[in-house]
């Protein structure tokens, strides 16, 4: 399993960014596909969540009207877009696999860095 993270920068607050993870090493579309992330200091949470099909999906408050996520299971790829962005939402990005049980099967990647500052 490998999962690879892209599309993180630095962008002033109320700017926007598009995350990319590109997913290999397993059969995509049985897999839900989350997005969490990780700030200094504090415990890496969840921030997004999409079922294989793309028909149930899950933000946490602290992002809910602002991100969207998304996925392409021809090219084994989910997407999350961001916008209006905070400074609290400064953090490493990561994405991950789940099983029907929750159980995320992919090491965590080196994630992708957001600084939203002025």
């Known amino acids: 399993v490998q999962l690879v993270e892209s599309g993180g920068g630095l962008v002033q607050p109320g700017g926007s960014l598009r995350l990319s993870c590109a997913a290999s090493g397993f059969t995509f579309i049985r897999y839900a596909m989350t997005w969490y992330r990780q700030a200094p200091g504090k415990e890496r949470e969840l921030v997004a969540g999409i079922r294989w099909s793309g028909g149930s999906i899950y933000y946490a408050d602290s992002v809910k009207g602002r991100f969207t996520i998304s996925r392409d299971n021809a090219k084994n790829m989910v997407y999350l877009q961001m916008n209006n962005l905070k400074p609290e939402d400064t953090a490493v990005y990561y994405c991950?696999?789940?099983?029907?049980?929750?159980?995320?099967?992919?090491?965590w990647g080196q994630g992708t860095q957001v600084t939203v500052s002025s």
């Open positions: 991950n696999a789940h099983d029907i049980n929750g159980n995320s099967i992919g090491p």
